[in-house]
């Protein structure tokens, strides 16, 4: 099989590279990377000369680009990870996340239609959902209506409505699936879980927004990788599958204490900060649609998942060191005046 790989740079991209090249060597896989400020070859090092891995360097928003990549490489599967991820940047700046998220996101939908792609897998998030109240025992599930919050939430729910519209009007082969909050090794230290692990171990605070008890539904970034390989495989085109993780509710603040502790540290390294506009209050996942059908489920616990995180950052400080200086000190400043 040949896939297409957009935004396998980042985070969750990267990690899904390295899952897919080391348990199907057979396929072919190109990775179609912007390299935008969280985009880092180095996370992919041990799979550069790997002869059925190849990267391109371009923006999915690029038509010509995207169409030739799809013919020339006679690609059977598109995975579509690219995007502006961050929601405190896309309060700060929304324009990036409408042209990549939802003009990116139709380009690459344009090509796939034109060459007859089999299989359009679009990555997307719980934040389409909007927000639920603290007391809530309500999960979203596959029938839950969209309320997008943010601008990066507003982004990927137009995305989300394209890619259906183009299963209904054109019969493209899509799936979509709409996961939880992702951690683990190569998370672009801007987001919660690993902001902490490196301001701590730099000895800096932590800043936590508002009161603290916001929930999110944690999910260890290689279940994620298993369950894009399961709609992959086994999916019904046209169907979303939700994905989640196994975490009880846990509070941000109550994660940024696990962290400490793990580490060993204490609480004097917590710094309560002006809250995100619009801060959604909880996310919470029912994930049974992809486990009856597909047989999918999480493995990592997550006390587990989060130690094995926090050990891949001590071991690692060369490479969140390097990101956190140049232009990720710019973002700091600008967004926690610190
Ligand atoms: P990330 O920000 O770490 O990586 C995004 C990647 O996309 C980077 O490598 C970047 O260079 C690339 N990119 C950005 N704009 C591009 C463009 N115009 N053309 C080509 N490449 C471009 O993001 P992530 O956290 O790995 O998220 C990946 C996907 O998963 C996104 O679609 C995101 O919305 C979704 N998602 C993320 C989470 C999470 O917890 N991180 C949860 C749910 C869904
Ligand atoms: O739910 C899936 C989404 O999860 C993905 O679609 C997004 O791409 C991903 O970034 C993530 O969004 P969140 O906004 O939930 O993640 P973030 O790590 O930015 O924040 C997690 C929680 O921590 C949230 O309640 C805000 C809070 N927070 C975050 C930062 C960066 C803080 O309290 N302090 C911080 O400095």
């Known amino acids: 099989m040949n896939l297409l790989v957009t935004g396998g740079a980042g985070f969750i991209g990267s990690n899904f590279v390295l899952y ?8 072919m896989l190109v990775n179609l990377d912007k390299l935008t400020y969280a985009g880092n070859p180095e996370n992919l090092k041990s799979v550069e000369n790997n002869p059925n891995y190849k990267f391109v360097k371009g923006d999915i928003c690029d038509a010509k680009l995207v169409n030739k990549l799809m013919k020339d490489e006679s690609i059977d599967v598109v995975v579509h990870f690219a995007a502006e991820s961050h929601v405190d940047r896309s309060i700060l700046d929304p324009s990036p996340f409408i042209k990549t998220n939802i003009v990116g996101t139709y380009t690459l939908l344009e090509a796939a239609l034109k060459n007859k792609i089999k299989r359009f897998h679009h990555i997307s998030t719980d934040e389409v959902f909007g927000s639920l109240s603290l007391d809530s025992k309500e999960k979203f599930n596959e029938k839950t209506p969209y309320n997008p919050r943010s601008p990066y939430a507003a982004s990927k729910a137009s995305a989300d409505h394209l890619v259906r519209a183009y299963y209904q009007t054109y019969n493209l082969p899509v799936t979509i699936s709409n996961c939880s909050n992702n951690f683990g090794p190569y998370h672009f230290p801007e987001k919660l879980i690993p902001l902490a692990i490196t301001n701590i171990l730099e000895g800096k605070k932590v800043p936590i ?19 894009i390989d399961a709609i992959i495989h086994k999916g019904r085109t046209g169907e979303t599958y939700l994905i989640g993780g196994m975490t009880e509710e846990i509070s941000n603040i109550d994660i940024v204490r696990k962290i400490l502790n793990i580490i060993g540290k204490d609480e004097s390294q917590i710094e309560f900060v002006k809250d995100r506009p619009g801060h959604d209050r909880k996310y919470s996942v029912d994930w049974s649609k992809i486990n009856k059908e597909l047989g999918w489920h999480p493995k990592h616990d997550f006390d587990e998942a989060l130690k094995l995180t926090v050990e891949w950052y001590v071991k690692n400080q060369e490479w969140w060191k390097k990101i956190k200086t140049g232009e990720y000190l710019n973002y700091y400043k600008r967004q926690y005046n610190r």
Not at 209 to 227: I, K, P, S
């Open 20 to 27: 897919w090249l080391k348990k199907y060597p057979e396929d």
């Open 209 to 227: 927004y508002g009161d603290g008890l916001y929930v999110r539904d944690w999910l260890f970034v290689e279940d994620h990788c298993t369950a």
